[in-house]
């Protein structure tokens, strides 16, 4: 990292630990959702990473493009705004960072705050100065597609189906809205906790389609609180996706060391990092 000199000698190289536990201080909010940000958080550390091309060497979460339009424009990028405004205290507190180190950091100590799995993180990435490198719209899954299409967008970002389904386990945490996507509601009874529920109430509630004008969803039969998404049912009517989900269903020690290792690879596809750096596990708070 870069040490910025000032009158009184050179500046202390940045401490991630410090600005981890800045993120972790701004988390809570009684007002917000379902009291955290935690989830959207995690979703832009996930849209800033998930452009990537494997093909192209394109995208990705070096550059934080997302701060440019056309980027933060694009449809599947609604709400974000929310996630990438709550930074910019943190940012101020440490201009040293950048908004790419920034973002990912950001999801990573979203999932270690809300009871995750630790995910190493690595700094390095540089910001872009001009919309010129955006990715092109449309490289984001889009949640009324079917398995076909899933695999497609995780393949093109060099994902296997095991690590595919390990990431759509995100959906335990946060929820639809229908200013953003035009969807509504949340995954779990228990968004702001991370957990492998996701896949247990994929597989043992009764999924029906929603009766509403909105984009067809589905909900629990049961009690018509919980949705999934037409790609989260992908995870249930395709037979490779189905039996792995299962076994996180069964196994959430097994869930935990996989979400850690594809979060991880998630956040740094397609980053130039410099020779000889090497991921660092940041505290939880509660530790
Ligand atoms: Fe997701 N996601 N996601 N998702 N997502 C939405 C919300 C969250 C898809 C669609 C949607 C991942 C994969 C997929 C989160 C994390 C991940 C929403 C609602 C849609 C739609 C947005 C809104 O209305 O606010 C689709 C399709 C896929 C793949 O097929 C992956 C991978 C991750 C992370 C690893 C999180 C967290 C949320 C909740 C955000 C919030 O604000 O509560």
Redesign the pocket.
Known sequence: QKAVATASGPAKPLDYQEVYDAIAKILDNDNY?DGSYA??L??L??HAS?TYDKNTNTGGSNGATMRFDPEASHGAN??LA?ARKLLEPIKKQFPQITYADLWTLAGVAAIQEVGGPIIPWRAGRADAVSAEVCPPDGR????A?DQRH?RD??GRMGFNDQETVA??G??A??????D????EGPWTRA?TTFSNEYFKLLLEEKWVARNWTGPKQFADKSTGDLMM?P??M?LYNDRTFYLQSYKYAKDSDLYFRDFSAA?AK?LELGVPFPEGSAPMVLKPTNA
């Open positions: 959702d989830p959207v995690v979703r550390a996930w998930g609604a709400g929310v984001l899954p889009d949640a597609k899933i967008v995780f990431l759509i995100a959906h945490l946060g929820r639809c809205h229908t953003r996507s035009g969807f968004p998404l790609a989260d992908a979060f998630l």
